[in-house]
């Protein structure tokens, strides 16, 4: 059989598996959390995922399809607050017992449990896997003792993916662990710290003594660092996936757009419209770039390819948000509320604030999710095959190796 047939047969399977769906349950007529769950069970939540865990075996490109159909069918867009499924759901599905799944993946994906990711530490960003929050065995629990850092929207979080330090003996990609932490358990308190958009959308995350379950590690004790890359190059591909627009809209540069046309026809020169040709070609690029990504993905995770879209994103954002204030001069400068808050959601899209909140927020786009400088370490590494950057502590073991 053919590439093309198996292909055509999987949209079938799929076809039929909406119809059938659709026919019994309406999203206009539904609460959001019972339509989620009842998709979920059709394995119509991630197509790609296995069957009973909220998918059909298929090709993840498939999901493009499914989201088409239900959101024609009326129903909503994923609430922005459940981001870290895209990332925590594949983590589990890839390296969690089948226990792990099945207490996790459903309410994740209906939005009854929100995740946040517990990675960064105040000495362990791009080293993430120098960390040095501890997780120390004691009969069926771990007791757990250190800080995390930069944890988006971890104030609403019930589940923290977690990554711990459980053999200090060992070189530092190995001896880490990786765990689902209860945000609300005893010992776990999260601190908000404020950005320059004024919110604080992200926290400090202590824990001491927080005790987690051995039955909620994900993947074997001291392979945390290869749970850890599967939630990494899915957060990469989830930010670089997520701005260049799709086929029918085309992300922030609309937004610039919009605002050159706004402008007095005397005030549209040729120098800004130069300008404003090269970043409309970029974004298509980058348009192209993630439709054909999405095409050429496989089947579950995505590989270090998942970093260009990110990287290009990142960049992008930086120069389009940053044209478009320049093109509305003093305007852009004033009526912007930096008074502190706690955001219930991503803002990442500017919603509110418009352009000079996504001018501020796209600040942090070529930090979050990795920083642009390793992302091109690994494109340079792993895709173009380049030599590597010298690792001096590689093979010390993590307690030997010099920290401040
Ligand atoms: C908005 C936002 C949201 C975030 N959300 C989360 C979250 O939810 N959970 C979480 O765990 N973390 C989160 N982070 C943290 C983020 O992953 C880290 O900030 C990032 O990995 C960089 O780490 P660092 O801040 O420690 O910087 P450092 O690693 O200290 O880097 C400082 C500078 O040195 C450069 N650099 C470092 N190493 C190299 C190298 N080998 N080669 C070249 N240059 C290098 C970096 O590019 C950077 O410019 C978030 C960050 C931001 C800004």
Not at 52 to 65: A, K, T
Not at 255 to 272: F, G, L, Y
Request: aromatic content about 8%.
């Amino acid at each position: 059989m053919s590439t093309a047939t198996i292909a055509d047969s999987a949209r079938a399977t799929v076809e039929t598996a909406l119809d059938t769906f659709l026919a019994t349950n309406d999203p206009t007529k539904m609460d959001n959390i019972a339509f989620r769950g009842a998709r979920f069970d059709a394995g119509l939540a991630w197509v790609h995922f296995p069957v009973g865990h909220g998918g059909l075996g298929l090709r993840p490109e498939l999901n493009r399809l499914v989201e088409e159909r239900l959101r024609k069918a009326g129903a909503e867009a994923q609430d922005p607050s459940t981001f870290f499924m895209a990332l925590a759901g594949p983590t589990i599905v890839t390296h969690g017992s089948e226990d792990v799944k099945k207490r996790f993946l459903r309410p994740m994906f209906t939005g009854e449990e929100k995740w946040c990711q517990l990675f960064s530490e105040p000495g362990a960003g791009s080293d993430f896997a120098g960390l040095g929050t501890r997780a120390v065995r004691d009969g069926d629990e771990w007791i757990v003792n250190g800080q995390k850092v930069w944890n988006t929207l971890a104030h609403l979080g019930d589940w923290g993916m977690l990554v711990t330090r459980t053999d200090p003996d060992q070189p530092k990609h190995k001896g880490m662990t990786y765990f689902a932490i209860d945000m609300h358990s005893a010992g776990v308190e999260v601190r908000p710290l404020r950005q320059i958009t004024g919110e604080a959308e992200f926290n400090e995350v202590y824990m001491t003594d927080a005790r987690v379950p051995d039955s909620q590690r994900i993947g074997e004790i001291g392979e945390g660092w290869r749970v850890a890359l599967t939630t990494l190059m899915n957060e990469r591909t989830a930010i670089g996936g997520g701005g260049g627009g799709n086929a029918k809209r085309r992300g922030p540069i609309d937004e610039t757009v919009r605002i050159w046309k706004e402008r007095p026809a005397d005030q549209r020169d040729r120098a800004h419209l130069d300008q404003l040709m090269r970043l409309w070609c970029k974004s298509e690029v980058l348009r192209l770039t993630n439709m054909r990504a999405a095409q050429a993905a496989k089947a579950g995770n995505p590989g270090p390819e998942g970093s260009i879209a990110k990287l290009m994103l990142a960049e992008f954002n930086k120069k389009v948000t940053e044209f478009s204030v320049e093109l509305m001069g003093a305007n852009g400068m004033i009526d912007y509320d930096y008074t502190f808050r706690r955001p219930d959601n991503l803002s990442v899209d500017g919603a509110e604030g418009g352009v000079r909140h996504s001018f501020l927020r796209s600040r942090a786009n070529s930090i979050e999710g990795g920083t642009s400088e390793i992302m091109r370490n690994i494109l340079g590494e792993q895709v173009l095959g380049l030599p590597g950057e010298p690792r001096v502590d590689k093979d010390l073991p993590w307690i030997k190796v010099p920290r401040n």
